[in-house]
């Protein structure tokens, strides 16, 4: 009898590890990121399937985007509402610390080839994993044997945009017009389809003239008008919604050159944790000897006032950074400048089907700054785009294919992100995807269990320096029985 009742148990226990485990490799290939051998930019487009397309906005997303639609267009013309002055003139984050993760940075490199080393020739800084000091609720990061990680590349975002943008610029049929705002879109008789936009020009501001384009590509950031203009013509783009109310006040400081204190740590990271500290603080060194501090809440708790404060919460880990600024090693160059934004949305476009229309970068999904993965996302959706229009040419199937293929690329950052965003306690969500709801208060442990663990076990901090690159395979290096067991 007994043995009977030990055999069922025992089958019910693998007939559910099977199951598990079938469902948890199911999710983990389908949501798994392309990696970087598998990227399309570096194979040649035999024919180009659009005529004209025209991305709205100049930034990250427009950049990137114009470079991968420049494969498949005749012609691409990217409308921007301000002026490229010098990187930082139509960026609005351009104040605040910026950093490249390693998955992100690669795509780049494989969409404008050699990249990386103008970025690098520009002053762009490399920290490798030595010269990282994450702390964590529990303490401060291992330090590991083995370097194999990809460095962290931080640099300002004028450099990095600025780089990029003369990259796309020297493409012969991409076209920039600077000073042209975007107004509305422009429907086909019976709404089916995008077929243009309005815009005013600062020469004209109270003319709307119209503009057509067979393609319409949104990368107006996350301030999008997009989802207003296209509920107006009967299409309804639902959002998932994460709001963790970020607040976010950067400094920037110049380190003199005959600066005698030695700073061991390059970028460091103190992070926040739902118990208690709602409070990130970040910093770099980048290029020039500058070194930017920023300091973040969630759920909107108040943001330091002024460096003083800010030196407050540095001495405890960072003593040497902090007594570099006190004893004016280090001058401030640029002083406390502030930022809000709620927290995360995604758009889902992959429910609505709009001809001739797509949206991209932050217009398509945004995230909690303080994770460090926009212009990393942004690439990723690029990638899907150049993908299919490879594969299939243009078509509206081909957008339909390019929504559903970015959902699945970005929801793993969006997880993450959010997830951990929602161990707050004030944090509020309202999600499309239903199946969120069971997943996440897992999540959630395992997030909090990986972040406790981390100081003293090198294993996870490996993985969490994984993930946060989006290194290929970093999912698989996350479930596999060594991490669980260290994480038990
Ligand atoms: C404080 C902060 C820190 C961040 N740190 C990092 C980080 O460390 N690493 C990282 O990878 N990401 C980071 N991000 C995220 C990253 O900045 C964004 O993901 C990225 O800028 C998105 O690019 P985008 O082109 O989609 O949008 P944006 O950069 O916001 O650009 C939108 C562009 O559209 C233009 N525009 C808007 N409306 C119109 C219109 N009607 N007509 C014409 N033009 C228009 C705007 O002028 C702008 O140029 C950070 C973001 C913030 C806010």
């Known amino acids: 009898m007994v043995l009977t009742i030990l055999l069922i148990l025992l089958g019910c226990f693998l007939v559910f590890a099977i199951v598990f485990g079938a469902l948890t490799v199911y999710v983990l290939k389908k949501y798994e990121l ?31 985007n114009a470079a991968a639609l420049a494969r498949h267009a005749e012609k691409v013309i990217v409308l921007e509402r301000k002026h490229f002055v010098d990187g930082k003139s139509h960026v609005p984050q351009a104040y605040h610390l910026h950093g490249f993760i ?157 600066m005698s204190t030695e700073i061991p740590y390059k970028l460091g990271v103190r992070y926040a ?3 208690g500290r709602k409070r990130i603080l970040i910093f770099s060194e980048l290029e020039d000897r500058h070194w930017i501090i920023t300091s973040s809440t969630y759920n909107n708790v108040e943001l330091f006032k002024n460096v003083e404060e800010l030196l407050g919460d540095i001495r405890p880990y960072y003593p040497e950074l902090a007594k570099a600024i006190e004893n004016g090693e280090m001058e401030l160059v640029v002083d406390r400048k502030t930022h809000y934004t709620p927290g995360g949305v995604y758009n889902h476009f992959e429910r609505v089907q ?30 899907g785009v150049d993908e299919v229009f490879l ?62 663990k981390m100081p003293s076990s090198e294993k996870l901090y490996e993985d969490f320096i994984h993930l946060m690159h989006m290194d290929d395979g970093c999912f698989w290096s996350l479930v596999s029985p060594k991490s669980t067991m260290e994480m038990i």
């Open 34 to 64: 392309p990696t970087l051998d598998a990227l399309s930019f570096n194979q040649k487009v035999e024919k180009k399937s659009i005529g004209t397309c025209v991305i709205l906005g100049g930034s990250a997303a427009g950049l990137f």
């Open 102 to 258: 390693g998955k992100g940075l690669q795509m780049l490199n494989r969409l404008l080839p050699g990249i990386i080393d103008e970025l690098l020739n520009k002053g762009g800084k490399f920290h490798s994993v030595d010269s990282v000091k994450l702390v964590f609720r529990t303490g401060p990061n291992p330090q590991l044997k083995d370097k194999k990680f990809l460095p962290f590349f931080m640099a300002s975002r004028a450099l990095i945009q600025t780089g990029v943008r003369q990259r796309v610029a020297a493409i012969p049929n991409i076209e920039f017009r600077e000073g042209y705002t975007v107004k509305g879109l422009v429907f086909s008789d019976t709404n089916e389809r995008v077929e243009g936009v309005t815009y005013t020009t600062e020469k004209d501001p109270e003319i709307k003239q119209t503009m057509r384009a067979d393609l319409v590509v949104d990368c107006t950031g996350l301030m999008t008008h997009t989802p207003k203009w296209l509920a107006e013509a009967g299409y309804n783009v639902p959002k998932s919604e994460v709001d963790t109310h970020v607040k976010y006040c950067s400094y920037l400081f110049r380190a003199k050159p005959d």
């Open 273 to 275: 944790y739902p118990q």
């Open 354 to 383: 709009i001809g001739g229309f797509l949206a991209l970068g932050d217009a398509l999904c945004h995230f909690n700054p303080t994770y460090g993965q926009g212009l990393t996302t942004a690439l990723l959706a690029t990638s």
């Open 391 to 452: 594969k299939k040419g243009y078509s509206d199937e081909s957008l339909a294919e390019i929504n559903q293929i970015n959902y699945n690329r970005l929801k793993f950052a969006w997880l993450m992100s959010t997830q951990s965003d929602m161990r707050f306690d004030k944090t509020t969500a309202s999600l499309q995807i239903k199946w969120e709801y069971v997943v996440r208060p897992m999540l959630a442990r395992m997030l909090t269990r990986m972040f406790d």
